[in-house]
């Protein structure tokens, strides 16, 4: 869905544009974030376009779709569900960005086309968490491991580091000049 600013300020200064529209963003989000996005089901989209002051465009839209994303861990496919409210403000200039807080998205849309495919997929790309692990995973399925690697947990980090400490032979000798001190 595309929307010109021009168009939106002329036709919905007075009354906002709903939509609820069924986005098929599956190609568009694969070939950006191909690493990150194993599959997506098509998105629902529902909210509304308003003109605010200044003739500055709002857009509020609630989203819902699944994400097959692949495990921070072993790379396996998870399915994620997402449904969240998005709040987007689009302006002519940069200047316009001033009049807004720190904590709001504000868009500059300087060929006058605000691509609300675009904006969904990048919102969708933000409700990824950065670690993901499968039912499996979460279950106490062993770690991955392969010849001469593995992978082992932060509560266990510590302990595989004590055993594979050693200390170099020809210091070793240095222990017999301070017995009575403890080993650390």
């Given at each position: 869905?595309?929307?010109?600013?021009?168009?939106?300020?002329?036709?919905?200064?007075?009354?906002?544009?709903?939509?609820?529209?069924?986005?098929?963003?599956?190609?568009?989000?694969?070939?950006?974030?191909?690493?990150?996005?194993?599959?997506?089901?098509?998105?629902?989209?529902?909210?509304?376009?308003?003109?605010?002051?200044?003739?500055?465009?709002?857009?509020?839209?609630?989203?819902?779709a699944t994400l097959?994303?692949?495990?921070?861990?072993?790379?396996?496919?998870?399915?994620?569900?997402?449904?969240?409210?998005?709040?987007?403000?689009?302006?002519?200039?940069?200047?316009?960005?001033?009049?807004?807080?720190?904590?709001?998205?504000?868009?500059?849309?300087?060929?006058?086309?605000i691509d609300f495919?675009?904006?969904?997929?990048?919102?969708?790309?933000?409700?990824?968490?950065?670690?993901?692990?499968?039912?499996?995973?979460?279950?106490?399925?062993?770690?991955?491991?392969?010849?001469?690697?593995?992978?082992?947990?932060?509560?266990?980090?510590?302990k595989v580091e004590?055993?594979?400490?050693?200390?170099?032979?020809?210091?070793?000798?240095?222990?017999?000049?301070?017995?009575?001190?403890?080993?650390?």
């Amino acid at each position: 869905m595309k929307w010109s600013l021009t168009e939106l300020r002329k036709t919905h200064r007075s009354e906002p544009l709903a939509f609820e529209e069924t986005l098929d963003l599956k190609a568009d989000l694969m070939a950006r974030y191909g690493d990150e996005v194993l599959d997506l089901t098509p998105v629902k989209a529902k909210g509304l376009v308003s003109v605010v002051s200044e003739g500055d465009v709002v857009v509020v839209a609630q989203i819902k779709a699944t994400l097959t994303v692949p495990s921070s861990r072993s790379l396996a496919p998870v399915t994620l569900p997402v449904d969240f409210q998005m709040t987007e403000y689009y302006v002519s200039d940069a200047a316009a960005t001033q009049r807004f807080e720190k904590t709001d998205v504000v868009m500059v849309v300087p060929d006058d086309v605000i691509d609300f495919d675009k904006a969904v997929g990048d919102n969708l790309i933000l409700q990824i968490p950065m670690h993901i692990l499968s039912d499996a995973e979460k279950q106490g399925a062993a770690m991955p491991e392969g010849n001469d690697w593995q992978v082992v947990s932060e509560a266990d980090l510590a302990k595989v580091e004590a055993e594979n400490q050693t200390v170099d032979p020809r210091l070793a000798k240095l222990k017999d000049f301070f017995p009575d001190q403890d080993d650390k």
